[in-house]
Structures are given as structure tokens and as C-alpha cells.
């Protein structure tokens, strides 16, 4: 007797994210995939005719539309979000996500990987308190929603995935793949290196490629399920998702390097020094701002590659990741 291949539905489906995991699924499993998104003509690199593949077209607080979608699938990769405005960052991002639960099947239901932010967590993976306190709307939602999981009837079928700086695409658009974010601000960044090379910051921080959040939940998505083995957590297990701790100092000088700007010795940029420039320059800052500041080390330990789950990493390193991004390097047009 064979087994009907699994169905995983991917919320968020039309993002960076949601594609390039998308794509693994398609090239590493048989499962049925529901692409939960707003705009189908946002799927660059997906084919929309995949005999695999459903649409769900619809806003994620149009939940109850689907429900009979809902109650049919094995996994969900839960990747979509809302910041900007405070009340859809509610409702999508706690209300949305409850009422979704709550339409899936116990019966057939297997895992939730359900996507957070690394900014919520402290070093050893534990919630931020100070996330809840004054974070922006998204730090919020986000914190709120993580404590509600973890009292959730399902909280042991869930895998809470904590991003940390995410790389994806190309900077001139011509990846099959969305341009995230932060490549996309690799260009304006590099205009900012001639200042840049003057200073420096005691800081650190982790980044990952969206190709290797994808191998991380695919393989999640495509194992069997088991309860949380992740030392000093709760029901939900978390996995912060990142390459090893850089230094700002090192991820400017490997800016520098690739684009041919010089680097000086550097001004330390201390604290106390940032402070008295946002009092003298016209710089709004709000409590988050002020925490990070403060904070300026956002390293977890353990953080997650593809390699412990027997992958390789896609983009391993900050120049791996530059190549894959498009920006020229210093002799290149």
C-alpha cells in the first residue's frame, strides 16, 4: 500500500523566503504544496502550472476562507508577516495566526515551522523581556505571538525558526528569486564606505542566505516530526537560523576589500559617543533603537546552518554571499 505524498502549506508563498523554500520542496520532495499568498504575479520563480502545486489566493486574515484547504494539510511553513502599521501587525501577526491554528486537523496535522525573528531572543535562545516592553510593533507581535505557542494545545508540533540578517536574489533583479531586503541595500551601503572605513563599532551579529532557511525547512518539513530535544526550552522548539557571529568591523573591511576602498585605523565608535550624536544630530530614535544600541552584540548560541542537518550552506561566509548578490567588485562594471 503506498502513502499519499505529504501536503505542506506555505503561507507568505509570493516572498523572498517563501520562494526560494518553495523551489526546495519542489526539487527535494514529492509533497503537495498550498502557496497561501496575495499576488500570484509575484511568483518569479515558481511555476504557477506545477501539477504540485494549489494557490490559495487571499490575505491571511481572510483565514476562514480556507478552511477546508486548512484542515487537509500534513505541514505548514507559516513564513508570512506584517510590520508597518500596528493593527495589521496584530491581526496578522497574533490574530491570524491563532485562527489559523486552530483550523487545522490534530488528526493529520504533523509539524508547524513557524517563522519569528532572532531580535526577540537573547544569546542563549530565551525571550527578550525588554522585546515585549518597547519593541516596535513587529518586535511585538512577534514576542506575543511566541508566548502564546507556547501554551498552545499544538505547541509540541511546533518549530518556531528564529532569521537572523537575511541575504536573498540579486541586486540588479535578475535572480529568478526576490531581492531581499538587505541585498538590496548593498549597493546604497557600499556608497556609505568611504565613511565607514573611518570607524569602528564593537558590535556582532549573524546573517543567512535564504537558500539555506530553505534547506533548514525543507529538511524540517520533509523528517519526521519529534518533540522538542533543544535543551532549556519549552514545548516549542526554537532554531535560531544564521552563519557563525561577524563583527561590524569585519563585514566592513570585507566591503572594503570587494569594493577597493581603503581602511584606516578607525575611530571607535563607543557608546557614550553614540549617544552624544543623537543629541546633536537630527536623529529620531525610539526605545527599541536605544535597547539595540545598548545591546549592539546580537549573537545566539547555538545558531543553525544547513550543515546540521547533513546540508551544505549556500552562502557559508560574507564573500560567498557578495559573489551571490550581484554587488561589483572593484575592477568590475
Known amino acids: 500500500m503506498t502513502t499519499a505524498p505529504a501536503r505542506i502549506l506555505i503561507t507568505g508563498a ?36 506545477h501539477p504540485r502545486i494549489k494557490l490559495l489566493v487571499g490575505d491571511l486574515r481572510e483565514t476562514d476562507r480556507f478552511a477546508t484547504d486548512l484542515g487537509s494539510v500534513n505541514r505548514v511553513i507559516h513564513t508570512a508577516t506584517a510590520w508597518g502599521d500596528p493593527e495589521r501587525a496584530q ?47 513587529y518586535i511585538q507581535t512577534k514576542a506575543q505571538c511566541l508566548k502564546d505557542l ?30 531581499s531586503y538587505l541585498t538590496e541595500g548593498l549597493a546604497e551601503a557600499s556608497k556609505w564606505l568611504w565613511l565607514a572605513r573611518w570607524l569602528r563599532a564593537d558590535a556582532s551579529f549573524h546573517f543567512i542566505h535564504a537558500a539555506d532557511i530553505a534547506a533548514i525547512c525543507g529538511s524540517l518539513a520533509t523528517t519526521p516530526h519529534q518533540r522538542n530535544p533543544e535543551p532549556g526550552q519549552g514545548p516549542v522548539r526554537r532554531i535560531v537560523m544564521g552563519q ?14 570587494w569594493r577597493g576602498v581603503a581602511r584606516t585605523p578607525g575611530i571607535p565608535l563607543w557608546p557614550w559617543l553614540i549617544e552624544g550624536l543623537i543629541r546633536v544630530l537630527p536623529i529620531e530614535v525610539n526605545d527599541w533603537d536605544r535597547f539595540s544600541i545598548r545591546q549592539r552584540h546580537f549573537i545566539h548560541n547555538p545558531v543553525t546552518q544547513p550543515e546540521r542537518f547533513q546540508l551544505t550552506s549556500h552562502g557559508p561566509d560574507l564573500e560567498t554571499v557578495l559573489e551571490d548578490s550581484g554587488l561589483p567588485r572593484r575592477g568590475q562594471t
Not at 557571529?245 to 576589500?257: D, G, K, P
Request: charged fraction near 20%.
Open 91 to 137: 491581526q496578522v501577526n497574533v490574530v491570524a495566526v491563532k485562527r489559523m491554528l486552530s483550523l487545522l486537523d490534530p488528526d493529520k496535522l504533523e509539524q508547524v515551522v513557524y517563522f519569528s525573528t532572532a531580535s526577540i531572543l537573547n544569546r542563549d535562545l530565551q525571550p527578550l523581556p525588554q522585546a515585549l516592553a518597547y519593541g516596535t510593533e
Open 150 to 179: 507556547e501554551h498552545h494545545p499544538l505547541a509540541e508540533r511546533i518549530v518556531a525558526v528564529f532569521p537572523t540578517l537575511v541575504f536573498g536574489g540579486r541586486i540588479d533583479g535578475s535572480s529568478r528569486f526576490p531581492t
Open 244 to 257: 557563525k557571529a561577524i563583527s561590524v568591523n569585519e563585514a566592513v573591511a570585507t566591503l572594503c576589500r
Open 14 to 49: 509570493s516572498g523572498c523566503v517563501g520562494q526560494y523554500t518553495t523551489a526546495w520542496l519542489l526539487e527535494h520532495s514529492d509533497a503537495e504544496l498550498l502557496l497561501w499568498l496575495r499576488d500570484p504575479s509575484k511568483l518569479s520563480a515558481i511555476p504557477l502550472d
